[in-house]
């Protein structure tokens, strides 16, 4: 089971996986790539999104 990290932003909730073991890179870059294209995301989720993303691939 994966758990989420939620944050409310604005009236929406973005939930970033853990991106446990089970989760292949290319899982984890498509994730973002997603998050990034909705224009409902705010500034400050998709920063969180994007630091997720690089301790996960081990990206700093």
Do not use: C, H, Y
């Amino acid at each position: 089971m994966t758990t989420f990290d939620q944050t409310t932003a604005g009236n929406s909730v973005l939930e970033i996986p853990t991106f446990d073991r089970g989760w292949l890179p290319q899982e984890i870059t498509g994730w973002l790539d997603t998050v990034e294209e909705d224009e409902e995301v705010s500034n400050a989720d998709l920063a969180r999104a994007r630091k997720a993303v690089g301790e996960a691939l081990g990206v700093e």
